[in-house]
């Protein structure tokens, strides 16, 4: 691939990525006024839809606590892993 060619690409997906962006914005301003319109429901229904949105409880561990308090224990447990970020500036 030439430069010119890996430029016109490289403009081609930033474009993309602003109008995914600019999707995104928008899909969330509909969800917050269906949320909106739910209040305290956890379900409603909308002709052939049904929307739920209900409490999710999860358990994480403090990793930052954990270090401050018992670092062996954390250094015993941390994993090390390598990615590729990939990143258009």
């Known amino acids: ?4 060619e890996l430029e ?6 930033r474009q993309l990525q602003q109008l995914i962006e600019e999707a995104q914005t928008e899909a969330e301003g509909i ?3 269906i949320k909106a319109h739910m209040g305290a429901q956890e379900a409603i229904k909308a002709g052939e839809y049904t929307v739920t949105w209900k409490p999710v409880k999860t358990a994480r561990i403090d990793t930052t606590a954990l ?9 015993r447990f941390t994993r090390t892993s390598t990615t590729r970020r990939f990143c258009v500036a």
């Open 8 to 13: 016109m690409k490289i403009r081609e997906l």
């Open 67 to 75: 270090r401050a308090a018992l670092p062996e224990v954390a250094a």
């Open 31 to 33: 969800r917050d006024a």
């Open 1 to 4: 691939m030439s430069t010119a």
